[in-house]
C-alpha cells in the first residue's frame, strides 16, 4: 500500500489521469518511489505538452497534432504504470528520475 492506502500500481496510474493536475497531486502526498517517478513523469509530460499548445501561431497550429500525441501518451502511461512497470519516456523519464530528490 502506499501513502494514499491506495496499492502502488493504482495510484501510479491515477498519477495520469488529469495529467500534470494528479501528477502534482500524488507527488506532493506519496512517499513511494514508484509512484513519485510516475508522478513527475506526469507533470514534465503533460505540463510540457500544455505549454506547447499555448504558444502562440505556433501551438495553435499544433493544438491538434499535440492532442492525438497527449491521449496516446495518456494511455500507454497510464497502462504501464497500472501494470506496474516504471516505464520511462524517451528523455522525460530520466530528467523526472533526476529531478525526485530535489522535492521532498
Known sequence: M??????KNTAAALSYV???LTGI???LIEK??????HAMQSIIT???LTILMFIPVIGW?????LWIVGFILWLVLIFKAYQGEEFKL???GDFAK???????
Open 2 to 7: 502506499a501513502g494514499t492506502g491506495l496499492p
Open 18 to 20: 488529469l495529467g500534470w
Open 25 to 27: 497531486v500524488f507527488l
Open 32 to 37: 513511494d518511489p514508484f509512484v513519485r517517478f
Open 46 to 48: 503533460f505540463g510540457a
Open 61 to 65: 497550429m499544433l493544438s491538434p497534432l
Open 90 to 92: 524517451p528523455f522525460v
Open 98 to 104: 533526476k529531478q525526485l530528490p530535489k522535492v521532498k
